[in-house]
Structure formats: C-alpha cells, structure tokens
C-alpha cells in the first residue's frame, strides 16, 4: 500500500475560514498541486486552486506551503514526508476562494511602470553582454511570490507607498535597458518608494526563478537614486555640465 | 546566454535542508552583538593597539597621534569601518532582520508593537543616511590603505624580515578586509552598474563593463566577505591585545 501524505489546506472566504484535512496517496515525484488535484478529483470537487501550466512557467499557483511562499507546481511533496503539508493561499493579498487570493493589485501598479522608450529608431542592434544584465529580469514568470513576502506589504500593507519587488525589476528591466531613453529614477524615489525597501532579501529567497531581485534590481536602483539625490558631489559636476541633455523623466 | 551575475537553482540536497528561521537572525544577534560589545571594551579601555611592529586594525590609522591626542585614541578611526558596516547593503539584511524583526525571516510575522507605529523603511534619519554608502566606502578605502600598510610592517622585525603569527593574521586579515571592500554594491554601481549601455562608445566592451563584470562575481559573495573580515578584525586586534597584556608570545615562524 502507498504511503499517504496530509494536506491541510485552506477552505473559506474572505469572510473567513479554516483548515480542512485531507489524506492523498503519495507516488513518486508527486509536486502540492498534484496533491491539491487528487482533493478537487475525489474528495471536494469545490476546492478553488489557481493553476495551468503546471511547469513552473505561467507563475498562477503561488500560494503558501507551512508559511512559505511557494509554487504548487515546483514543490515536492517528498521534501514533506513525516509532516502535515499545510497549504493556505496568499497572505498579502484579498482571499477571493480557498487557494485563490486577489492579485489584481498588481495589475493596476503594472499601469504605472512607465513602458520602454527608445532612445533611437526602431529597429536597432544591441550587444549581448548589453543586454545580459536585463534579460535576467525577462526570467520573472509574475508569480508575485515576492510580492507576498515582502514584509512592507505583508505586514506593513504599506501597497500606496511602495510599489513591491516585482516592480523594482520590471522598472530596472526598463531602467537599465541599453537602448531605454526614459529617466524612472524621479518615480523611483518618490511614488514607487523605492526606500521602504530595507534589504532583507526575501523576494529573492522565494524567487522561483532565482532572480537575485534584491542585488541585481533593487540595490542598483537604489544607487541610481543614491546619484541622482544623495550624492553631493555628483550633484555638484550635474551643475557643471548643465544644461547637458539628460534622460527625459517619466511620471505615469 | 547565461549572466555572470545571477545564480542558478539550488541543488536539491540544499533545498531541503533549511535552518528554522530563527538561527540567523540568532547568529547575528550574538555575532554582531559580541562584536560590538568588544569594540566598546577596546576602544573606551584602551588608548595603544601597538605591540612592536603589530598594529591593531583598531587603531589604525594613527590618527590620534597625528593631532598629538593620547586618550581613546582608537575613537578617532573606528567610526569608518562602523558607518561602512551600518550602511553596507549585507549588514543591512542581518541587523534588520536580527535587531529590529523587520522581519526576523521571511513570511514571519513581525511583532505586535510594529503596527503601531508607522513603517518607514529607508527614508527617515538614520536609516535615509545609508543612501551615503559610497562616501562610507570612500573612507574605509583610506583605512584600508593604511592596513596594508601595516602588514607590510608587519613583516618587518627588528633583525630584517620575517614572519610570525601575528603577521599571517594580519595579512589574512588585509585581504579579507580588501575583499569585503571591493566586492561592495556601492563600488559595483560606481563602476559601471550605473551605465546602461556598455558598448555604445565604439561597440566593444568598455573598461567599465569588465570591472563591473569582475566586481558583480565579487559580490556574489559580499556577505560571505562581510562575516570574514569582521571576524579577522576581531582576532587581528585580539591576538595584539593579548600580546601587550603579556598573556604569551608571538611565535615567529622564521
């Protein structure tokens, strides 16, 4: 007889709710959310579960495994043998069913990254060493994961002071970007609160795809903001070389 | 193709083998902690950090002497690699994690008392003054000059050269301290990161873009040189402590 494996997973609303037990046999190379499709198949065919490419690639079943912001898909539920696997969804966001929290926060934040601008026609060449730095970023799959354990909007709910982790990279994405004539360092150091930013690096710990989001993306933005309003000196040649054409600024 | 820069997937023995969240912030608390205890001890008791040709990192330079004081005379340098370390990005992790719960681990709750009072991140006094890192940087790049400087002297004994214990822990120590400096985010973005292009001067890769390449490998390893250099400090200045209480003699190897 397979072993069985125990899920408690979270049935409710946003009106509240609670953990339900649920025994699932365990087979070799089994990942939560197979485990969360064997309870929807046979034991309660109204569980609410996020998914679709079951490969770690679409970023839709992030929830949370024993308090950890996790990927259903990529986790292992070998890595649980002896214990409960406790599955709730994500914390930082409005419960909608079950597994399924409310990302569309998100959504509206991505509006206000001001969109790539070229800084000559299109269409352009670009070396690879440019554009290495950058295509890292391109790897983020929007799972916002990070989003969920960023404790300035996990515990601090602070959503309209700072703009999360996921947005850091897509800003550096653009802000870094060889051929981008756009200045986002201004929104950067204001509306988007880059400074909220303390540095724990948890985004990059729940990375499922192992972007180093705090040493690649925040912490060179936050140099450039460093340059641009904390450095006298730097301050003091960007008056000497005024009325030098700079970056045009992007507000929304 | 991929970037020097980023790291790739954790093996699997390593994944599933984490620490309960608690240990790091743990670690920093007693590490960081003891540190600093140490320091207080050996900058307010102690007004020489000289034994022969050994010169503690505590109290090197000599500014003190410069300006003819003879009292805390450690005081007058410490200040730097203090505000080097309060506004390094590492150190930043680890005392906001371990001093202040902010958090003490990822997807922990923050304390009950954090929500009453408004959260502010970076952008007020103290925490805004770690946008000066680099101006951090720049003076312990003058501080670390003058390390060097003194193990070289290190190595220089009365009767020519030569090498005892306290020499190879302080050259161990210089370049601990010299990686830890410039692996640095700040000397990173100072660089090249703060560039976006790095061929369009004339297509090839530019001096900038080959020492932010190097730099960004040294970073990857910031922290672990972070850890390194402060406990080489702490055993380079206790080692010539205990040589000028006497408690024994430095070895010479040759």
Redesign the interface.
């Known amino acids: 007889m397979s072993e069985e494996i125990v899920l408690s997973i979270f049935r409710g609303d946003a009106a509240g709710g609670q953990e339900v037990e649920y025994r699932v046999p365990l087979t070799p190379g089994m990942v939560v959310l197979d485990a969360v499709h064997q309870v929807q198949a046979h034991q309660a065919q109204d569980l609410a579960v996020r998914w679709n490419c079951k490969a770690a690639h679409c970023g839709s079943c992030g929830a ?1 495994i024993n ?3 996790k990927l259903l898909c990529k986790t292992r539920l070998d ?1 649980y043998v002896g214990e409960t696997v406790h599955i709730r969804p994500m ?1 930082t966001f409005p419960i909608i069913k079950d597994l399924v929290a409310d990302v569309s926060w998100n959504f509206e934040v991505a509006k206000k990254v001001p969109a790539f601008q070229p800084s000559v026609p299109v269409p352009f060449k670009m ?4 554009v ?2 950058i ?2 970023f391109h790897h983020c799959i929007e799972c916002f994961l990070c989003q ?2 960023c ?2 909007l ?3 709910n ?1 959503k309209d002071q ?1 703009f999360g982790p996921r947005f850091m990279v897509k800003m550096a994405e653009f ?6 004539g756009g200045d986002r360092v201004p929104m950067l150091a204001h509306e988007a ?1 880059l ?8 985004c990059t ?2 990375c499922p795809q ?3 989001i ?3 993306a925040i ?2 933005l ?6 641009q ?3 006298p000196l730097r301050a003091l040649f960007r008056k000497k070389k005024a009325p030098a054409a700079t970056g045009q600024s992007v507000q929304g | 193709m991929a970037q020097p820069m980023q790291t790739t997937a954790p093996s699997r023995k390593k994944a599933e083998k984490h620490l309960p969240y608690w240990v790091e912030p743990a670690f920093t608390i007693v590490a960081l902690g003891g540190f600093v205890i140490y320091a207080i001890w050996e900058v307010f008791w102690h007004n020489t950090g000289t034994y022969h040709n050994y010169v503690s990192p505590f109290f090197s330079p000599g500014v003190a002497g410069w300006f003819g004081f003879h009292v805390l005379t450690a005081l007058y340098v410490v200040w730097v690699p203090f505000l080097f370390r309060f506004s390094c990005y590492y150190y930043r992790k680890e005392y906001f994690r371990g001093f202040f719960f902010h958090p003490a681990g990822c997807a922990v709750a923050e304390p009950k008392s954090h929500k009453t009072r408004p959260y502010t991140g970076e952008r007020r006094f103290p925490f805004n003054l770690n946008n000066l890192h680099r101006y951090a940087w720049y003076l312990a790049v003058i501080v670390l000059i003058f390390l060097w400087k003194d193990t070289v002297q290190a190595f220089i004994f009365k009767n020519g050269f030569g090498v005892g214990l306290g020499s190879i822990i302080l050259l161990i120590n210089a370049v601990l301290l010299t990686a830890y400096t410039f692996s640095c985010h700040a000397f990173r973005n100072m660089v090249g990161g703060r560039k976006d292009c790095f061929s369009c001067a004339n297509g090839k890769p530019s001096t900038g873009y080959k020492w932010w390449r190097r730099v960004s490998s040294w970073n990857q390893f910031h922290g672990a040189w972070a850890w390194a250099s402060l406990f080489s400090v702490w055993a380079a200045d206790l080692y010539i402590r205990l040589l000028i209480m006497g408690v024994f003699h430095d070895p010479r190897l040759f």
Do not use: L, S
């Open positions: 949370e308090g950890h912001p890595d914390q070396q690879q060493f440019d290495d730095r295509q890292e969920d354990v404790h300035v996990r515990d601090h602070a700072y802000e870094m970007h060889p051929r981008d609160g400074n909220m930013c303390n540095v724990t690096k948890c710990e729940v192992h972007i180093r705090t040493d690649n912490i060179p936050k140099e450039r903001v460093a340059d309003y904390w450095d």
